[in-house]
């Protein structure tokens, strides 16, 4: 069944077959039908003519019988036109009476019983088929033959039966076909729901997880399978929000100690040990946020929001403002100018602009310059002035605790992985390469939002 | 200035406690939603800063309250979730401003002047950044100690860098306040004025710079080189 794999198709091709064979058989038992009824009145109708030519026969005072055939009965049993043949046989076999011209039996009168049907090949050629009825006159019995040549059969019966078969054919050919027809719509319509089921399942993708099969108007052979798959996805968005709860509980219990030690710090006296430890804190903090971002985007779901890259970027780049500012670098937005409308959440691809931001301020020296590019189809580009990216990094780059230098201890490898994470969640992507000038070029590539009006945010 | 904190741990209470009160603050601090409900009924406060995790509720839904019984009083929000998913939350619901933990006693000291100076002028009328001041009443610039004849419009674009000291103030913010809703504001009209008061600046030796961020905004930062 490989040539047919949907539930239609197999339908449809059996059922062609069925009406194939159907198309076939059912004239042929129509006429075996029609012919047994047509044959019943040719024998309904011989032995009435059979009882008819007996009540002919009279006893006669000599012991013998007369036969009082009437001329405009006569005249259907003589000449060779005749439809009909009659033989009346004494008790001793001997043909009394015979409308044949030799005066001939029509059946040899040793082979026939009363009441058989007979049939017999003459030397002519034509089929000659009767039946013998007794009629006991003066106590004896004696035999009535009546016959019918088969090539000069009843044509009105006939006519009905040879002009069946094509009648029947022009009939029932289109009933069938109509009937296949009909249901194909039936089936199509049966099947509706579960091409609908199978549509919704597709949107189900890595951005969505609160979506759900439909289980009204399913056939319930289908509702099983159905139902087992919104069950594991129950299970799923549950192990999804089980995580989410994990990481927003880890938060508070990795922030608050460090809430307290910043405010413990900050009231010491001036000094470089104060600073020295701020300098620590604002370290330790930069990495618990950053794992905690990794592990939040693990169970993360985008759903159907949108979002203004533009204005995703001019925050970023103002947030970071200050840092690249700080140390003496340039940081600037260009490309489009006008709201870039991408299929996201404004928060997740605000923290990997600022990553990729960080990351540019980071690995450009002192009076360098960042450019931040956002352009129309959904992309970010960030170009930095250090010293690019070798094509073999390009890759690991965007792993978890991937360090280009592992002597410097405040650049732990999460922020790029953020990134990568945030461009996956979205069903993006996100590239390095080197720019001509030397410096890397790292490109966000979103996927533009397909529609307008709907909320930009999601609510968790 | 009386605030009221509203947080639970008492380690980071006595600590803020210390902290807001040299920056000049009085602060009461409650550790349960419920306790802040009577707090704020019973007393107006300049400002509140509300940590989100409470024991009895969610801070947000406190500052929800507050906003339906028509209170306006400023909110500065505490979190320690700071997720992806809840970081716009906060703000949405009605407060004023949102402050990741950990954070900076400054920052926090900084956020809620800021916020006061938003709400109601309630602190002083004077803007300092570095050695420039700005009295925003008498429209008067001082660059160490001495006035200076800034013209009204390199005043108003530095008063709007003053109030974002240390943020990136975006140039859209400059258009409104500079020509109004008038429109017709020529594209580098801005840039002009921040040229001018650049200048300005410099020859008055001021130790703050004007920085263009270009395509978001201007930065006014400390030139500690200066």
Redesign the interface.
Known sequence: MRRFRSILGRVVALHVVAVGVISVLMPLALYWLLNEAANGLHRDSLMGQAVTVSGYLRPQANGGVAFDIPAEMRALYTGSYGLYAYAVIDPAGKVVFSSRNDGTALFPPGETHPGDWTMRRRSTGSVLFGVTVPRTIDDRTYQVQVGQDLSHRDVIIDDIVASFFPNVMWITFPLLLALLLIDILIFRRALAPVRDASTTAAAIGPTRTEVRLPEGGLPSEILPLVHAVNAALDRLEKGFRAQRDF??DM??EL??P???????V??LDPGPLRDAL?AD?ENM?RVV?QV??IA??ES?VVGNARADLQAVC?DA???M??LA??QSK??????V?HPVWVHG????LF?AVRNLVENAIRHTPADGSIE?EVLDGGIVRVLDDGPGVAEAERDTIFRRFWRRDRTKPESRGLGLAIVARVAETHEGRVAVENRPTGGAAFTLTLKPAETEGQSP???? | MRVLLVEDSEELVALLKKGLTQGGFLADAVGTAADADHALSAMRYAAVVLDRGLPDADGLSLLRDLRRRGDSTPVLVLTARDGVSDRVTGLREGADDYLAKPFAMEELIARLQALLRRSDNLLGRQLTFGNVALDTEGRQVSVAGVVRPFPARETAVLEILLRRSGNVAPKRLFEDHLFGLSGDVGSNAVEVYVHRLRKMLADAGATVKVHTVRGVGYLLSEDKTA
């Not at chain 1, 340039?330 to 490309?335: F, K, N």
């Not at chain 1, 959440?345 to 997740?348: D, F, K, L, T």
């Not at chain 1, 945010?457 to 968790?460: A, D, G």
């Open positions: 990481t927003a938060a508070h922030r608050t460090l809430t307290i030690i910043r405010a413990r900050d009231s701020r804190l903090t946020n905690l971002d939040e985007l993360f001019a780049v103002a947030l403002a200050p500012v700080a340039t940081i600037a937005l260009g490309g100018e959440h404004a928060e997740a923290r931040v945010e999601r609510q968790p």
